[in-house]
């Protein structure tokens, strides 16, 4: 009789790919390296994810999952919809300063698997868009939907630029932040 795989070694598995993922690379890191790390059987790993490319997509939707807690938690605790994209740049201020912080685990994602096809390109496309598309439904609440998606996709790309300068050592959210400003009060402005 197969014994079913259990949720805390699987959790274990996604946890100590994520790890190593974030500071090696995807690619660069080995399923052999995980399962050594993560202390497991081989049998264990594949019984869990059958394909490395499972095991990405699972680490990457783990950590979208975690992304999103953060953000709901950010969201409840302001009124006004500037205050809210406010504190969506603050987090990534904290983030860039963290001594966890490697530059985004899906940009390093998508470098690795440009294939609009492949099941990570997928997920990175998936975190991303639902990333533009909670600004987007904040923004709704001051201005039309056309302006709020056209909006939103701007400071989607303000973030992505502050993450990548981040990760080079330089300094760009306060000036992401004054742009979003920017952003907000045109597209609040009737057109």
């Known amino acids: 009789m197969m014994s079913s795989p259990t949720p805390g070694k699987r959790q274990h598995i996604v946890d100590t790919a994520y790890a190593l993922f974030k500071r090696d690379g995807f690619h660069a890191t080995g399923i052999d390296r995980i399962i050594a790390e993560a202390d497991i059987a081989k049998m264990t790993m594949y019984r869990h994810f059958p394909s490395k490319d ?104 303000l973030i992505e630029g502050a993450t990548l300068m981040a990760q080079m050592g330089l300094p760009a959210i306060d000036d992401a932040r004054k742009a979003a400003a920017a952003v907000i009060a045109s597209a609040r402005t009737p057109q």
Do not use: Y
């Open 54 to 157: 499972e095991l990405i997509v699972e680490v990457l939707e783990h950590r979208a999952l975690r992304f999103e807690r953060q953000l709901d938690r950010l969201a409840q605790e302001v009124a006004t919809p500037e205050q809210k994209i406010g504190k969506i740049f603050d987090w990534h201020e904290r983030w860039f300063r963290s001594a966890d912080f490697h530059g985004c685990l899906f940009a390093h994602a998508l470098a690795e698997f440009g294939d609009p096809g492949h099941p990570v390109f997928k997920a990175v496309a998936r975190q991303k868009n639902g990333f533009k598309q909670r600004m987007q439904s904040i923004l709704e609440k001051v201005m039309a939907p056309k302006q709020a998606e056209s909006a939103a996709a701007a400071l989607l790309m």
